[in-house]
């Protein structure tokens, strides 16, 4: 998609508020990657969790709490955001932020490897997963995202299109390795109904469906 149409579309659905430009601001200069979604795909994030009415959400990969923020918000009150993150200061950087958006009764960040944290979460059911971690271990994610998901569920995942490396048939490394297998699983796992939507970096997504429908 080009910039200016990424613009309009963020300007008009997706402005963000003091607490969000800060936290990026802050975040910049404080040395973390500069690699949180785009505000219009933090909106759909926040558009796909209300049309499945989610109350418990697991995100992969936390950075600086931008995406937390996001989705957070658009959870009712009572409801729980679970995030997983290997980078302690990422963490405590996170925290921090979602302290001051008011957030911290409804956001929980663990920190650690997620395919060590992962376990813990065992019989516990989601709502929505948003994969945004490490991208080679992607397959063994959306494994693990079906087995936490309710019939009816979102998995999610950013990055699906790698700035459009995934195409690029010279392209090979573990992460786009990672992607197009995940990618290949969205889009024939009987057991989900999937697309990748081109917005940001590619927001792939997958609504897990009931047996009987598989
Ligand atoms: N979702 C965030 C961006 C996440 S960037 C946002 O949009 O605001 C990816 C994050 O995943 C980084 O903070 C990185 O430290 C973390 N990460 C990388 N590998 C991981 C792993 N194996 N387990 C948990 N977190 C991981
Ligand atoms: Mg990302």
Partial sequence: ?????????AGLFAPE???????????????????????????????????????????????????A???ARALPADARLVSLEIDPAHAEFARRYIARAGLAQ???VRVGAALQLLPALDGELFDAVFLDADKAPLPTYFEWALRLLRPGGLVIADNTLRGGRVVDEDADDAELRGVREFNRRLATDPRVAGIVVPIGDGVGVG????????
């Fill in 106 to 108: 409804r956001v929980e």
């Fill in 207 to 214: 609504v897990v469906l009931d047996a009987a429908q598989g």
């Fill in 69 to 71: 923020i996001w989705m």
């Fill in 1 to 9: 998609m080009s910039d200016r149409i990424s613009e309009y579309i």
């Fill in 17 to 67: 508020d003091d607490l969000l430009r800060a936290l990026r601001e802050d975040a910049d200069r404080s040395g973390l990657p500069p690699i949180a979604v785009p505000p219009e795909t933090a909106r759909l994030l926040q558009v796909l969790l209300r049309a499945v009415g989610a109350r418990r959400v697991l995100e992969v990969g936390t950075l600086a709490g931008y995406s």
